[in-house]
C-alpha cells in the first residue's frame, strides 16, 4: 500500500510558492504540477467497485463526489472529490488516508494538475489548407519508391536504414497520449479512423476542459488549438507529400497506424486521472507502444501515472516518456512518469539542422521550371510578381559593398526585375536601398553574406513604406550562387513570388555545426533520487520541424519531440523484430545507442564522453537495434551511493539469432565524465551545482570482469554471464557527491553493444538533507522584497490577528527551503525561542514542537525548494500566541527511514517575533 502526498501547492491562497524556479524560465519546462486540493485516486480490489466504496464512506461520515470514473484491466478505482474540502492540506489528507486504511483500497494518490506547454515556436508557417487536394486515406500519400530518406535527424539514428529495408511501421500500432491532433493536416492524411493515419483514439477531456470544469469526453482528439499533440504526430507519421518534400522533413514512421489520446483541450491543462485514463486506453485499445510527452519535475517514482506506465510496461508494452526539459539544473531532476520502473526514458539531442521557416518562391532558368527558392520576407511586402533577376555583380557575389555608392548612371533599368544583392556588411542597408531607388528599383532581394543560420534568423529587413520600394526579401548565400550560376552561363532566371500571406511554406535546413547530434542543453538529467539511470536513450528533439495545427508546420524544441522519435524508432524495431516485449525493446535500444561526446552548452569536447545521466544509453541506432543478435539482460545498472555499494553484478548475454554462428565479443569500459552533484559554498555549506555541473578530472571508476582475458564467445541461443566488479573513483571529495558513470563495451565483428552505469562516490546519509544559511537555501527572510534577503534576527512582525484581513502592506515572516538533495519528507516545526510557551508541545526527535505549519510534513520533494509565509497558524488551525519562534526545518536522508532520529537532519531559523495587530 501507498500514500504519497506531495501537498507542495495546496494551502489557500499560494501560501506555498516555488521560490527556485525552473532555471530555464518555464519556456522549457515540459509541464509544471500541482495537487488539486481534496482530489484523490483511489485503487480499489479487483472484485470491487468504486462507487459502492464512496456509499460505505458516505455512512462513515466521508462524503465524497465521483470526480472520473477509473475502471480499466489494469485498473480499478475511480477519483473523487472531498465534499468538504478543506483548505488544510492536512486535514484532507487525514480523510484520505482514512479511506486508504479501508480494506478493499489498495492505493490513494493526490490528483496532480500538470500544465502542458504552450509550444514555444521557434518558427510557424501555415500550409496551404488544400495541401494536395486534401486527399484523405493514407495510401494516396505512400512515399514513392526509391525515395530516400536523407532527412538528418533520421540519417544520425539510423533510420534512413530501416526505411530503406523496407521498415516504415506498417502493421505497428503507437498510441499517443497528448493534447490530441489537427489529423486535417494534409501531412497527416486529412482523416480520422480505420484506414486514416490516425485511426483510433479518444477524446477524454473536450476543448474547454481546464480547473474547476468537469471534461466533456468524445470519441473524436481533434485539436485546432493547442497543438503540442499535433507537432507529436508529425515527428512519427508525417506522410510524404509535396509540402513535407519541399519542407525537407519526414516522419519516422509514416506507415504505423496512430492513436491518439487528447487529455487536455486548448489550455494544455491536464491531470494524473486523464494521464492514468489516458495510459489505459492506448494500452486496451492494442498499442504496441505507448508514447507520453508530459510530466512533472518530482524526480519520485511513485506518483499514480508514474506507477501505471510501469504496470503497462510489466503487462507487456513498451511506454517511452520525456525526461524534462529541465538540463539548466543539472543533475538528478529526473521527471515522472519518465522515472518509472522499466519506462524508457527520452532524452534530447540536437538535430543536425536548423530549420528556419520561410516563404516559397519558385524560379526558372531559361524557360524551364528549376526550383524552390526559399525566401524570408520583410517589409514592404512582395505583392504576388514574376520577375527576371537582376544581379547587380553576378562574378562577386562575396562583395560587402554593392550599391553602398550611388550607382551609374547607365544602370540598366531596374524597375522591371527583382534586383538580387548581398546585405552589405560596410554600409547600411537603408543607404544600399536608397541608392537602389533613386535609380528605379521596385523589387530588392537580399541575400545574406554570412553562411549559417546566424546571419539569418533573426534578420527581417524593413523599411518605412515612403522609401519608393514595392517589395523587400533574403535569401541565403548558397540560393544567391545557385541563381548566379545558372545566369552566368547566360541563362535568363526569373523568379515567381507569391505574397507572404499567401506563400507555401519552405525550409532552410541551416547545419547545426555547434551542438547537432549531442545533448541538448535543455534535456533533463537523472539519475532519480534512487539512483536508478535515467534517460535510456536520446533523440533528436532540438530544433524539430514538423506539422502543426491549422495546416501549418512549426519547428519546436524539447524533450516532448524527441519521445515520438524514439517511440517511432521502438515500432520500426517491434516491426522489424517481430515482439514488443519491453525487455528486449529497451535493451536493444539502450545497447546499441551511440556514445555522444560532451558538449557544454559552449563547446564540444571530442575527448570526453557525456555522462550516462544525461545520455543514458546515448543516441538512439534503428538500425542496429533491429538487427543486433545478442541481448543484454539489463539496460544499465546503479552502484547507488557508497553506503550502499552493492559488490558485484551480474548480467547476462544472449545470442537470440536468427543467425546460427557463434558471436564473438570482447569487453571493455569507456568511462564517461564524473561530475560533483554539490558545490562548496565556502561558508560550511554545500549546494546544488546547475548545468554544467563541475567536472572532476580523471576520475574515472575502475571495472573487473570475471571473463578470461575480457573475450567471450556467445553461442546461438546461448548464454554468458558476466560479472563486473567496479572500484569508484579514488581521490574524489566525497562531500560532493560526485556522480560517476561510463559504458561497459562489447564489441565483435558486427556487433557493438554497451551497458551504462552509474554511481556515485560519496553518501547520502553523510549528505545533510538541509543545510541553514542563505548559500544552502534554509533561512528565515520576509515578505518585503523581492530578493528573499534574509532577515535580521529577533525582528518583530506585527502581523493580522486570526480572522482579520491582512493588507497589501503587511509583512509577513516568510521561511526559504531549499533541501540540498530531493527528500523522501520534509516537515517544519514552529518552536518557542525562549523554550518556554503557554501552548502544550509534542516531541518530534527531541525538537519540543509547538505544531507544523500548515501544508506540513511534505512527502517526495523534489529538491527545488519552496517558500512558506507564517502567519501564525498552524496546520491544525490552532494560532500561535503572540511571542518569540523558531522555525525547525527537518528532512528524511535519501534512502533514509523517518523513524530513525540518525536520518533527519534538522536546522533552525534565526529567532522572529510575532505580535498581533
Ligand atoms: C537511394 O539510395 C541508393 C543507395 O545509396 C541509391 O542507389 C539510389 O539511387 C537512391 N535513390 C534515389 C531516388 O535517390
Ligand atoms: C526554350 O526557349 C528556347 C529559346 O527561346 C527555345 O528554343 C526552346 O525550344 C525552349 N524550350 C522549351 C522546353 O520550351
Ligand atoms: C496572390 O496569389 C495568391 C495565391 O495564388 C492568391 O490567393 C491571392 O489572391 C493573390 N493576391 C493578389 C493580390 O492577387
Ligand atoms: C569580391 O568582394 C570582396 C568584398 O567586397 C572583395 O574583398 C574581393 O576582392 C572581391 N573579389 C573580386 C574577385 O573582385
Ligand atoms: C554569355 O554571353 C556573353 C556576352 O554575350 C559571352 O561573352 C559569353 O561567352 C557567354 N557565356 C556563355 C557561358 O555562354
Ligand atoms: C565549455 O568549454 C569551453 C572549452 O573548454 C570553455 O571555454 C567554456 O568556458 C565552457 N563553458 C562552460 C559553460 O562551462
Ligand atoms: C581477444 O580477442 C581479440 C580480438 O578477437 C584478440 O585480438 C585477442 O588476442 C584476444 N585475447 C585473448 C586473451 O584471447
Known sequence: MRFLAPTLSIIGTAAL???????DGGANTISESSIIPGAYIVEVETDQDPTALYQELELEGISVDAR?????????????????????????????????????????????????????????????????????????????????DTYAPHVITQVDQLHAAGFTGKGVKIGIVDTGVDYTHPALGGCFGPGCVVSYGYDLTGDNYWAGLAPVPDSDPYDNCQGHGTHV??????????????????????????????????????TSEMLLAGFNMAYEDGSDVISCSAGDDSGWAGDAAAVMAARIVDAGVPVVVALGNSGALGLWQAASPASGEGVTAAGSVDSPLLPTLVNAASYSIGNGTAGTLAWQDGAPEFANVTLPVLFLDSTNLTRTDAACDPLPTDTPDLSTSLVLLGLSTTCSSNQQVKNLVDIGAKNVMFYSLTTGSAGFNSLRITFNLDVGLSGVGLITLDQAQTLAEARNKNKTVTVAITNAAYAEPAAINFPNTLSGGHVSTFSSWGPTWETLLKPQIAAPGGNILSTYIDGAYAVMSGTSMATPLAAAVIALVIQARGTHDPTTINSV????????????GTAVDDTRVAPAAQQGGGLVQAYAAARTPVLLSVTSLSFNDSDHFPGPQTFRVSHVGPSMDSVDLVLGHVPAITMNTLKDNGDGTTSRSQFPNPIVNDAAATLSFDVPGGNL??????????????????????????????????????????????????????????????????????TEGHFNIPAPSNQTFTIPGPGSNSTSSTIYPRIIVRPTMGTPLLRLDVVSASGTSSNSTTDFMGVPSLGMLPGMPVEFVAGLGFAIYVNGTLNDGTVVPAGAYKVVVSAVKIFGDKNKEKDWTMVETVPFVIAYK
Open 713 to 782: 564467445t556467445v553461442p546461438p541461443g546461448g548464454s554468458v554471464d558476466i560479472t563486473v566488479t567496479l572500484t569508484p573513483p579514488p581521490g574524489v571529495n566525497a562531500t560532493l557527491l560526485p556522480v560517476y558513470s561510463g559504458y561497459i563495451t562489447l564489441e565483435g565483428a558486427a556487433v557493438n553493444l554497451s551497458l551504462p552505469y552509474v554511481g556515485v562516490a560519496g553518501s547520502f546519509a553523510a549528505t545533510p538533507a538541509v543545510q541553514r544559511g542563505y548559500a544552502a537555501g534554509c533561512y528565515l527572510t520576509t
Open 17 to 23: 510558492v516555488a521560490c527556485v524556479s525552473a532555471a
Open 233 to 270: 504526430a508529425g515527428i512519427v507519421a508525417a506522410q510524404s507529400i509535396e509540402a513535407t518534400r519541399r519542407l525537407g522533413f519526414a516522419g519516422a514512421a509514416p506507415d504505423v497506424t496512430l492513436g491518439m489520446y487528447k487529455i487536455s483541450g486548448c489550455p494544455g491543462y491536464t
Open 589 to 600: 535500444v539502450a545497447a546499441t545507442a551511440q556514445r555522444t561526446t560532451w558538449y557544454n
Open 68 to 148: 472520473r470514473d477509473l475502471q480499466f484491466r489494469l485498473f480499478r478505482g475511480g477519483s473523487f472529490q472531498l465534499r468538504n474540502t478543506s483548505s488544510s492540506a492536512a486535514e484532507n489528507d487525514a480523510q484520505a488516508q482514512r479511506v486508504l486504511q479501508k480494506s478493499n483500497v489498495k492505493n490513494v494518490w493526490p490528483v496532480r494538475a500538470i500544465q502542458f506547454p504552450k509550444p514555444t515556436l521557434v518558427s510557424v508557417r501555415n500550409g496551404s489548407a488544400a495541401g494536395d487536394g486534401g486527399m484523405a486515406r493514407r495510401d494516396s500519400h505512400r512515399r514513392q519508391s526509391g525515395d530516400n
